[in-house]
């Protein structure tokens, strides 16, 4: 079974700070995305990455997918509270295009 | 358009009893996914329509649990005989075309409280 382990499970800054949170695991994914998802609503995808190595910006958003495609983080600069939310990583094995395992999340709460 | 809808958006249930999630994909998009999500858990595959073929329901959690799709359209999940360890929030998604990293919209879910 592929497990993908986030850390920090929770996190809560003041606004303007800068953060990382963390997505592993032992397994290879051919392709890696990014969610965040509010309460009440389901995950919105922020970015998929599928190239070892590879960093994509989105705003103040950086993503980067670790050279061997295992792991991958994800930092926010100058985060301000709409950033608030839980924050889920999801890898695709490529046996299947369509089924993503998911990690469990950070929860950031960014304060004003 | 609209987004994925799912009703109801709450349920309590006594255990033992029978319950019915639906889901209203975007229209068009031709692969249907369902999640369920646990307290502090992620997101669990439960199972995949795409079109006409067999549907994927390697994730399925135990013979209580189905789901049906209509066409390209409305699909419901049936859990049979509730327990409280059914007891989360069941996402649903679609999406337009099937590739590897390929963008899975999510509904709102309906949160499930089995009493």
């Given amino acids: 079974t592929q497990l993908l382990e986030q850390s920090p499970q929770f996190l809560s800054i003041q606004e303007g700070e800068n953060l990382t949170v963390y997505c592993n695991s032992s397994s290879v994914f051919s ?20 190239t070892g190595g590879e960093v994509k910006k989105l705003k103040r958003l ?9 792991d991958s983080s994800l930092h926010i600069t100058a985060a301000q509270p709409g950033d608030t939310g839980l924050y889920l990583c999801a890898g695709n094995s490529g046996g299947s295009n369509y089924k993503l395992t998911f990690g469990k999340g950070t929860l950031l709460t960014v304060n004003p | ?18 319950v019915e999630l639906r889901c209203d ?23 995949y329509f795409q079109g006409n073929s067999a549907p994927d329901k390697s994730g399925l959690p135990s013979d209580r649990f189905s789901a049906e799709r209509t066409g390209e359209s409305v699909s419901t ?3 049979q005989r509730t327990q409280q360890e059914d007891s989360a929030v069941y996402l649903c998604a679609s999406s337009l075309i099937v590739t590897v990293g390929g963008t899975q919209y999510f509904g709102p879910g309906t949160r499930l409280l089995v009493l």
């Fill in chain 1, 31 to 50: 392709s890696l995305q990014w969610y965040r998802q509010e309460p009440g609503e389901g995950p919105v995808l922020l970015v998929t990455v599928v």
């Fill in chain 2, 25 to 47: 994909p975007i229209s068009g998009h031709t692969a249907l996914y369902w999640y369920r999500q646990r307290l502090g858990q992620g997101l669990e595959f439960l199972i």
């Fill in chain 2, 77 to 79: 999940l049936t859990i």
């Fill in chain 2, 1 to 18: 358009g609209a987004g994925v809808s799912q009703s109801p958006s709450n349920k309590v249930t006594e255990k033992g009893k029978d």
């Fill in chain 1, 62 to 70: 950086t993503f980067q997918f670790g050279d061997a495609r295992k």
